[in-house]
């Protein structure tokens, strides 16, 4: 049977070697899947909220007269609350200065001691008037009027003031206890109105604060997790880096590399004749080794 020359450009032994070997190493880091532990490290992950940042809503729910709240075991994220006062923190303040308005809000800050104060005075009036009138009656011993019709006139008109200055005078003490007792409870209701106002920006300034904090945290957390999960990433493509360096090393020797042809005798098939399976493996393997087919040489 006659032969035919054919000529086959390849590269260098050791280049098809170095292909190969490389396609071996990439064939099975490929075709390996990631474990369950590398995609839990490669996978985004959200940091959970943390103590400060429940405290921070707690108090917040606490403020708005909510209850207890609860938390996922999880995530940290609130999942309810709990039945709570229904009152608002600043609410008992208002409540409170409430009962310091109105007409009747005065009766709670009259002093137990005004009535005492009210009869002492009297007294020392009655007998002051007493002392008054007993001089009524010696200047009328004195003229000789003693008993007389004038006499008799001066001490009803004295009589008449005095009564009527005596009720003036009590009066005006419980007009003076009435004004004390009405201004202490404005004061009162002044006091509990500003505590309403102060309280809420209080707690929210404590809310802020510890909000603050836990979002610090929450920043840190966060950090902490992307930066493991850009290792966990780094340490899975490792491999394909170091991959990717031997491919490019051996594309570089291969550019600069010249192509020796070798001769191999073919022996055509004759009619009806197909190639053996070995033969089909062999072809395969020289085109998926082949560095020209692989680098686009």
């Known amino acids: 049977m006659a032969t035919e020359q054919i000529s086959i450009s390849k590269p260098a032994p050791y280049l098809e070697a170095a292909g190969q070997t490389y396609l071996d190493l990439l064939t099975a880091k490929t075709g390996q899947a990631p474990t369950a532990a590398e995609l839990q490290g490669m996978s985004p992950q959200v940091a959970g909220q943390n103590v400060l940042t429940q405290a921070a ?11 207890a709240l609860t938390f996922d075991p999880t995530t ?3 999942t309810g609350a709990g039945q709570g006062t229904g009152v608002a923190g600043y609410q008992p303040f208002l409540q409170q200065a409430q009962q310091y308005s109105g007409p009747q809000a005065y009766q709670q800050f009259m002093s137990p001691y005004q009535q005492d104060v009210i009869n002492t005075t009297l007294s020392e009036y009655d007998r002051q008037r007493q002392i008054q009138q007993q001089g009524i009656a010696s200047q ?122 070798y001769s191999q005798q073919v022996t055509p098939l004759g009619a009806g004749q197909q190639a053996s399976p070995l033969s089909q493996a062999l072809s395969s393997a020289a085109t998926v080794y082949g560095l020209g087919s692989l680098f686009g040489k």
């Open 140 to 261: 009328a011993i004195q003229a000789g009027a003693f008993g007389g019709g004038r006499e008799g006139v001066q001490q009803a008109e004295f009589g008449a003031q005095s009564l009527q200055n005596r009720a003036a005078l009590q009066a005006q003490l419980l007009q003076q206890g009435y004004q004390s007792a009405q201004q202490a409870a404005g004061t009162a209701f002044s006091q509990q109105q500003a505590l309403s106002a102060l309280q809420p920006q209080l707690a929210a300034q404590t809310t802020q604060q510890l909000g603050a904090a836990g979002t610090s945290n929450l920043a840190y957390q966060q950090a902490v997790l992307d930066a493991q999960r850009q290792a966990a990433q780094f340490a899975y493509q490792e491999p394909y880096q170091r991959l990717s360096v031997l491919g490019s090393g051996i594309t570089g020797l291969l550019a600069g590399q010249p192509q020796a042809p």
């Open 76 to 78: 940290g994220a609130v």
């Open 57 to 67: 809503q707690q108090q917040a729910a606490t403020q708005a007269g909510l209850g």
